[in-house]
């Protein structure tokens, strides 16, 4: 795996793309979407992830 946060996302039950914690949809098969030629994440998981991190830098 690469140099992320994901697994320490992933213990605190939010699945993560590199970097950024994504909210997802239940029923999206995600593993399927990434790691080949048609690599894409939705745009709202996306927001979910910068809204995470604009509340974290607000809060340190």
């Known amino acids: 795996s690469g140099g992320t ?12 793309y590199g970097f950024t914690p994504l909210r997802l949809p ?7 979407l990434f790691h080949g030629v048609d690599e894409r994440v939705p745009t709202d998981a996306l927001e979910f992830g910068a809204r995470v991190f604009h509340r974290l ?3 340190a």
């Open 5 to 16: 946060d994901a697994k320490a996302w992933d213990r605190l039950g939010i699945r993560s």
């Open 26 to 32: 239940a029923d999206l098969d995600f593993t399927a």
């Open 57 to 59: 830098l607000d809060l």
